[in-house]
């Protein structure tokens, strides 16, 4: 579909969920590739079902079969909108290891009269890559202090705040600091948005606005999701499964469960029903430790909807259990994850190994079972050169803490409490277990807090 560039009037409409606007969206887009973004970014959009494309990403040869961006380079898009002279703008921002780099590039650029909306667009995505929330915000005033294009870009700022909002090096009470701001500046720009004149630009826009109030997770943000939802159904245009997996996940957080249900029939009937929803909507009920929950949604996928899980759909299901202190389970569901005939086994298997090692660690410190003892030691020999293939410094950080702490742990157990062995940023930030007493080797705390808790 053909989207042209026109003039464009504020028009007003109180009545619907944003302003109208007399124009169409630019399709111009960050045409970011795989190697620019954080390795565990990469892997899931990687690993995300083909058919839930529209179209593959890119127009080089070297794209060929290459699915990667949610909404496709459209090939009849006008190009008039980038300055052929940004185009090396656009390339160095997300090479920019600082905030500070990537400020100094873009003064540089504005010097040289190269800035357009484009470069400021790969500024945002890059900012929301690397969870450059001060940065963000900056390169958001840069865009209104040149009033560059404000069609271009609008749903990349929406996806970026959200990134920012799962920053998980910093703590609960912190992210939720920035949720109101983030939330106000999402709306903003929102109501800001041009016309959608096309199922792609709907898609994008309606999904990355749904992507932060998931990740805002308050009740304003659910009070926005639906009001673009209900927005949404007056459309001509139909929000694709992977436009609408955050606003499920939004109300399975708030614990939605009879909405989410009646969504998933709804998509059900549409064919929109895939892994990728699995994995989030596990993710999400782990989150607020509904372990019933969890195992509900695990067996209505994989057994009425039948859902092939992939890896990264086994890691939140153990993950879940284990933020809810359910380590036995956890260690149960990942017992012989190398083993399993699913997809992204490779790609999954550093963030797997870090839960079943964490998880593993607990039970052994919990039972000071012999049998357990045997099962972590033989673990930690098999793995003794796995911290070499850890894709993020996050993930290699974690793992070597966790593997050294837990080869101590065998050897003098009685060192330890319970809160010594969180090393896995889920279990020490947000898990229940963080706020349990710290138990001492051996009590069977595991099976006691389980008793107590029902």
């Not at 579909?1 to 464009?8: D, I, K, T, Y």
């Not at 690993?47 to 990403?57: G, I, S, Y």
């Not at 090396?88 to 357009?116: C, F, Y």
Request: net charge positive; charged share 20%.
């Amino acid at each position: 579909m053909r989207v042209f560039r026109q003039s464009w009037t504020v028009v007003h409409n109180r009545c619907s969920a944003r302003p109208r606007f007399l124009t169409v969206s630019s399709a111009s887009r960050s045409h970011t590739r795989p190697h620019q973004v954080p390795q565990n970014v990469r892997q899931r959009k990687l690993l995300r079902p083909a058919k839930t494309f529209r179209a593959e990403t890119g127009r080089r040869a070297e794209d060929a079969g290459l699915h990667f961006l949610s909404a496709p380079t459209q090939a009849d898009a006008p190009v008039s909108q980038r300055n052929p002279q940004s185009k090396k703008w656009r390339s160095k921002v997300k090479t920019a290891a600082t905030p500070d780099i990537l400020l100094g590039m873009l003064q540089e650029a504005q010097k040289q009269a190269q800035m357009d909306a484009s470069v400021i667009g790969a500024a945002v995505q890059h900012c929301g890559f690397q969870r450059w929330w001060f940065a963000l915000l900056q390169v958001h005033q840069l865009h209104k202090r040149y009033k560059l294009d404000p069609g271009i870009g609008r749903h990349l700022l929406l996806s970026a705040l959200a990134r920012c909002m799962k920053d998980k090096t910093l703590d609960v009470a912190e992210l939720a600091a920035r949720g109101p701001k983030a939330l106000e500046l999402g709306k903003q720009t929102w109501k800001a948005m041009p016309e959608l004149t096309s199922e792609v630009a709907f898609c994008a826009a309606l999904g990355s606005a749904w992507s932060l109030c998931d990740a805002v997770g308050s009740a304003d943000a659910v009070q926005w999701a639906n009001e673009l939802h209900a927005w949404s159904e007056s459309q001509s245009f139909t929000a694709t499964a992977q436009t609408r997996t955050p606003l499920l996940l939004v109300l399975e957080k708030h614990r939605q469960h009879d909405r989410v249900n009646t969504l998933l029939r709804q998509m059900l009937e549409k064919k929109m029903i895939d892994e990728v929803l699995l994995s989030g909507l596990i993710d999400s009920a782990g989150q607020g430790f509904m372990c019933r929950r969890v195992e509900q949604l695990w067996r209505r996928f994989t057994n009425k909807y039948k859902v092939r899980p992939n890896a990264i759909c086994y890691v939140a299901y153990a993950k879940a259990h284990l933020l809810s202190g359910k380590a036995v389970a956890a260690v149960q569901i990942l017992r012989n994850f190398d083993g399993l005939d699913v997809a992204g086994i490779q790609e999954a298997a550093p963030h797997a190994a870090i839960v079943f090692l964490q998880a593993l660690a607990i039970v052994y410190h919990s039972n000071m079972n012999g049998q357990t003892k045997q099962e972590l030691l033989q673990y930690l020999n098999e793995k003794r050169e796995f911290a070499s293939i850890q894709h993020t410094v996050h993930m290699k950080d974690q793992w070597a803490q966790l593997y050294s702490t837990s080869r101590r742990l065998v050897s003098r157990p009685h060192k330890f409490l319970l809160h010594d062995l969180l090393h896995y940023d889920n279990a020490k930030r947000r898990s229940k277990m963080m706020h349990w007493d710290n138990f001492k080797a051996g009590s069977k705390y595991l099976q006691v807090m389980s008793e107590m808790e029902g």
